[in-house]
């Protein structure tokens, strides 16, 4: 069964402090892997990744592929209280076209 | 451009009753997905439309149903509602099927008294 994990489950740091999140997966016929920030509704696209080892960017959120190893990691440095939020990840298969989301892991950061 | 959009954004039912969301996608998209999000169990797929097709499907029972319509505007239906059923409903939209990012609407938070 195509399935995706996202770990830690929760994450407390202090603003300023750099924190890496990972989601692993196990699909048949991967075809792209998105992140997404959710505050307090709906999720907001952060990134889509379709290639092995080339790094998005966005200001202070990075993210990479390795789909040799089947995870990718999204990256966010100098941490703000902003950043609090649940952080998804979604996983979508060729010839189902349907997306697999990851429980999420919930990053709050402090003053 | 408009932002996928969905009515009610609250709404408040009993045990047993139905209930109908609905979900304009961004313009030119043609899949619609819903979803299910609870605290416990985070996003759960529900199913997902495609040119007023129903192209995937989750582990619901028969009580969800959905349906698109040929503007891509897509309902969901909850039949005799219960209390389990209380969650936030999201509804996603993207251009096609296959590589597309989906982009998701602000949800309708339904509660079951």
């Known amino acids: 069964e195509d399935k995706v994990v996202q770990s830690p489950l929760s994450l407390v740091v202090h603003e300023g402090d750099t924190v890496t999140l990972n989601c692993s997966y196990e699909?048949?016929?991967?075809?792209?892997l998105l992140w997404y920030k959710q505050e307090k509704k709906a999720p907001t696209f952060l990134f889509m990744l379709?290639?092995?080892?080339i790094e998005k960017k966005s200001g202070r959120l990075s993210s990479i592929l390795d789909k040799k190893e089947l995870f990718s990691i999204l990256n966010i440095t100098a941490t703000q209280t902003g950043d609090s939020a649940i952080y998804l990840c979604?996983?979508?298969?060729?010839?189902?076209?349907?997306?697999?989301f990851g429980t999420g892991t919930r990053l709050k950061v402090l003053a | 451009k408009a932002g996928v959009t969905q009515t009610p954004r609250y709404l408040i039912k009993t045990r047993g009753q139905q209930v109908t969301l609905s979900c304009s996608p961004i313009s030119g998209h043609r899949s619609v997905s819903w979803y299910q999000q609870t605290p416990g169990q985070g996003l759960q797929f529900l199913f997902e439309y495609f040119s007023e097709t129903q192209r995937n499907k989750g582990n619901f029972p028969g009580r969800f149903s959905g349906r698109q319509f040929s503007n891509s505007r897509s309902e969901m239906n909850v039949s005799t509602l219960e209390l389990g059923d209380s969650a936030l409903y999201l509804c996603?939209?993207?251009?096609?099927?296959?590589?597309?990012?989906?982009?998701f609407g602000p949800g309708t938070r339904l509660l079951v008294l």
């Open positions: 979604a996983v979508e298969a060729s010839g189902t076209y349907k997306y697999i």
């Open positions: 996603a939209s993207r251009m096609d099927l296959g590589g597309e990012t989906q982009y």
């Open positions: 379709t290639s092995s080892g």
């Open positions: 699909v048949t016929n991967f075809r792209s």
